[in-house]
């Protein structure tokens, strides 16, 4: 072994050279793939830098496929305009999630002077029009684009989007129009007519992205994003193949990118190869498991404590050897849920509900269930954890126990 340095510890050993790139946040220079689709959003706004209402847009695809990047992507370029007529204002509707909250952030965007609390819709309405006219200090009339990103989160919507349209017959001058964004199936049908008809005047729709494009979206960024050589061709292969299987989402080839770099770091690797993103991959997987037990309730996030706390137990370690997979009794199972249960200070449930537990965590994908057959203990139901226990009962133990 060489003498212990300081150059050891001093060296920069990180894979990444700056791992920004590869958040969700960052806008690429240029989007691939996606020049019909920005073109469209483009020509949708056009009319508003030739002093006319651009037209109201509704953008549709799943999660991961560039909307929100490219509706960026285009507002950043209409401010290049630097048009004093043609303006447009971003919002997420998670955050700005109602039609006073949506009108609050036009008018503060566009005239930061106004106070932002304390008025009525209505005032903000007026206020936000005489400005669009240009009836305040500029005299210049204003066309607006407003993007709404995630607009299916608008607890109010069709009063917003019946505002936001109507406005146009109230305004002498300028103009209001809609830019919404949504990954949500079914959003449309909640819609009145009305809204419907409005919003999608132009429709457009991302389609998922094939392992290629990812590939390519993944080879992009990676000179940015990590040093050179950190890397394998077949790292960002695999990372793209992944993602393209699922969904076709870009954003989540982005992150098991980031993740197995992320690992690989940790193992002090040189470089980033499959294995790392396979590792990534199921690090991914465990994320979204504990989403799902995060938002189960409280007697099958039990019933799942039970299953996972089983081997910690001496007395309840019979388990069934099936090659190499260990599986427990339903009955031991269901004992332990009662103790726990009893624990928790909670009423354990009958065990016809407890099979209905079974039904619907095996459905989430978060138990395996098999029956018996003939010879082990006559008919039952067998049970084993789709993942690692220890992981399991840490994320409840948070849960359950740890509030209070
Ligand atoms: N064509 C592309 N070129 C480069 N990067 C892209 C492209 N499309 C998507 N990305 C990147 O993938 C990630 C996800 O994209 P984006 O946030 O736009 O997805 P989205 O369609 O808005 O998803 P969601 O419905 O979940 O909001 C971002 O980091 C984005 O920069
Ligand atoms: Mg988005």
């Not at 950190?230 to 695999?238: E, F, G, Q, R, Y």
């Not at 019933?303 to 009794?329: I, M, S, V």
């Not at 018996?372 to 399991?392: E, F, M, Q, W």
Request: proline share 3%; charged share 30%.
């Amino acid at each position: 072994m060489p003498a212990p340095s300081f150059d050891e510890f001093v060296e920069d050993k990180s894979l990444f050279k700056n791992k920004g790139v590869l958040s969700p946040h960052f806008v690429p220079e240029t989007l691939l793939y996606r020049e019909n689709e920005l073109r469209s959003v483009m020509r949708g706004i056009a009319p508003a830098l030739r002093g006319q209402r651009a037209t109201n847009m509704f953008l549709y695809g799943k999660t991961g496929t560039g909307k929100t990047v490219c509706v960026k992507h285009v507002l950043d370029k209409l401010m290049d305009r630097k048009s004093v007529n043609a303006l447009s204002v971003y919002m997420n509707c998670r955050v700005y999630d109602s039609r006073y909250k949506t009108l609050q952030k036009c008018v503060s965007e566009f005239q930061p002077g106004f106070a932002k609390t304390g008025y009525s819709f209505a005032i903000l309405y007026e206020e936000f029009l005489d400005w669009i006219e240009g009836e305040n200090k500029d005299s210049t009339p204003k066309h607006v684009v407003i993007a709404l990103d995630e607009i299916d989160l608008v607890k109010d919507l069709d009063s917003l989007i019946y505002s936001l349209t109507r406005s146009n017959d109230d305004l002498k001058k300028g103009s209001v129009s809609i830019l919404g964004v949504s990954n949500k199936v079914d959003f449309k049908t909640r819609l009145s007519a009305r809204s419907k008809s409005s919003l999608c005047e132009t429709e457009l729709v991302f389609n998922p992205y094939n392992a290629e494009q990812l590939q390519g979206i993944l080879k992009q960024r990676v000179s940015d994003a990590f040093k050179e050589g950190a890397v394998t061709d077949s790292a960002i292969n695999l990372a793209a193949a992944i993602a393209a299987s699922e969904n076709g989402d870009a954003r989540y080839a982005l992150t098991l990118l980031m993740r197995a770099g992320e690992l690989a770091e940790k193992k002090s690797l040189k470089k980033i190869e499959d294995k790392d993103v396979e590792a990534s991959r199921k690090a991914a997987d465990e994320d979204a498991a504990f989403e799902v037990i995060g938002a189960l309730p409280v007697h099958q996030q039990l019933l799942l404590y039970a299953l996972a706390t089983l081997p910690q137990d001496a007395r309840y370690k019979k388990l069934l050897e099936e090659g190499g997979e260990k599986f427990y009794f339903s009955g031991e199972v269901y004992e332990q849920y009662r103790r726990i249960s009893k624990r928790t200070g909670k009423d354990a449930r009958t065990a016809r509900w407890f099979r209905e537990y079974l039904n619907d965590l095996e459905g989430a994908g978060l138990i395996t269930t098999q029956q018996s057959g003939k010879g082990v203990r006559g008919h039952t139901t067998l049970i084993k954890p789709a993942y690692d226990s220890r992981k399991i009962k840490r994320v409840i133990d948070k849960m359950l126990f740890s509030a209070d």
